[in-house]
């Protein structure tokens, strides 16, 4: 399979059939994520470690601050975020979130670069929170962090099933840590109600990131949620895919 994101971080390796090396990303022994006492006005504080390819920095993390929480007549549960980031232990900088949706025992987890390669140095952050199992959206989120300047790149939800679901792939065809321009898609591979062995995988959400300045602005490359490209394909022949 071509270069994908972390959008199965939170998956249980219990319940995958066995991945390409492309996937090995998703089964990345995930960060160490640890609530400590909270405090000012928030609700409850978890330190977010950052993994770097199964290596976690120790001067490298965020603070994840609840807030604000609330629950709707149909108990969704929203809740309001501060992420506090922090270099050589020494917060630089603070980016706002609002996540809907949240499961009891939703966990966070970070990881360096775009989930495809050259992570090392990489300005980029994906930051992940859901519950750690099969069958649970995945809430995403890709930063970038240069000095005490941050920007929130791109937001976007997964779902995984035992190799079935919708999640992100980026694309870096230059390879550098810090590229003018890189490229992400929508990927979804559903079961054939009649062949459990057969599904069909559709592209969506083709966009273009370049960088401006110090900023990197979005362009959509196909029309919204709409289907772009699509084949029915055996289950191996997906996850086999290089």
């Not at 603070?63 to 050589?88: E, M, P």
Request: glycine share 4%; charged share 25%; aromatic share 14%.
């Amino acid at each position: 399979m071509k270069t994908q994101a972390l959008f199965i971080l939170f998956v249980l390796i219990s319940c995958q059939k066995p991945k390409s090396v492309d996937q090995a990303i998703a089964t990345t022994p995930k960060p160490k994520t640890e609530a400590i006492a909270p405090k000012d006005n928030f609700l409850k504080t978890d330190t977010i470690s950052i993994a770097d390819y199964g290596e976690t920095s120790e001067e490298n993390y965020i603070l994840a601050h609840l807030v604000d929480q609330k629950a709707d007549k149909d108990s969704i549960v929203t809740a309001k975020y501060q992420l506090d980031f922090y270099q050589n232990k020494t917060k630089t900088t603070t980016s706002k979130i609002t996540i809907k949706g949240i499961d009891k025992g939703s966990e966070w987890s970070a990881l360096y670069g775009l989930g495809t390669q050259n992570a090392k140095n990489s300005p980029f952050i994906q930051i992940s929170f859901g519950y750690p199992a099969c069958g649970y959206n995945q809430n995403h989120y890709l930063y970038y962090l240069k000095n005490s300047d941050i920007q929130l790149v791109y937001d976007w939800y997964t779902m995984s099933d035992s190799g079935w679901g919708s999640w992100v792939e980026f694309e870096n065809p230059d390879g550098k840590a810090n590229p003018e321009s890189f490229y992400c898609k929508t990927v979804s591979f559903e079961p054939d109600d009649n062949d459990e062995n057969m599904g069909t995988a559709t592209h969506s959400d083709s966009i273009v990131f370049r960088l401006s300045g110090n900023r990197y602005k979005k362009q959509l490359l196909s029309a919204k949620d709409k289907t772009y490209f699509e084949k029915k394909m055996s289950f191996d022949a997906f996850h086999n895919q290089k």
